[in-house]
């Protein structure tokens, strides 16, 4: 069994930085790709970004590449979200991801098995 846990969301200014983390425990965590998805109020769930276990492989979705960086520290079971440049449009509930996920698919949700509880992001105008 693994369990995710999101931390590090909050409130930010527009142009403002968060770092989002999410902690796994399990044993086999570390063999999994990991990823982060946001529903924003109102909206569906999307993809923001993944990685792959072993860190050689990334993906982000097109509203955040060039903002945001996906990384994992696969022996402490991390993976973090470096968050720059905020827009009001990231205002959402960010979730941790982890399942047996490799490219091309890491940006589909029905691939990853186990899923955090979710930390709010708010970005102000």
């Known amino acids: 069994q693994v369990q995710l846990v999101e931390s590090g969301g909050g409130l930010v200014q527009t142009g403002g930085s968060l770092r989002l983390s999410c902690a796994g425990s399990?044993?086999?965590?570390?063999?999994?790709?990991m990823g982060w998805f946001r529903r924003a109020p109102g909206k569906e769930r999307e993809f923001v970004a993944a990685i792959t276990w072993s860190g050689g492989n990334t993906a982000y979705a097109d509203s955040v590449k060039g903002r945001f960086t996906i990384s994992r520290d696969t022996a402490k079971n991390t993976v973090s979200l470096e968050m720059n440049s905020l827009k009001p449009e990231d205002t959402a509930v960010y979730y941790c991801?982890?399942?047996?996920?490799?490219?091309?698919?890491?940006?589909?949700?029905?691939?990853?098995?186990?899923w955090g509880q979710g930390t709010e992001v708010t970005v102000s105008s």
């Open positions: 991801t982890a399942g047996d996920a490799a490219p091309p698919l890491l940006q589909f949700p029905s691939v990853y098995g186990y």
């Open positions: 399990g044993r086999t965590v570390s063999w999994y790709s």
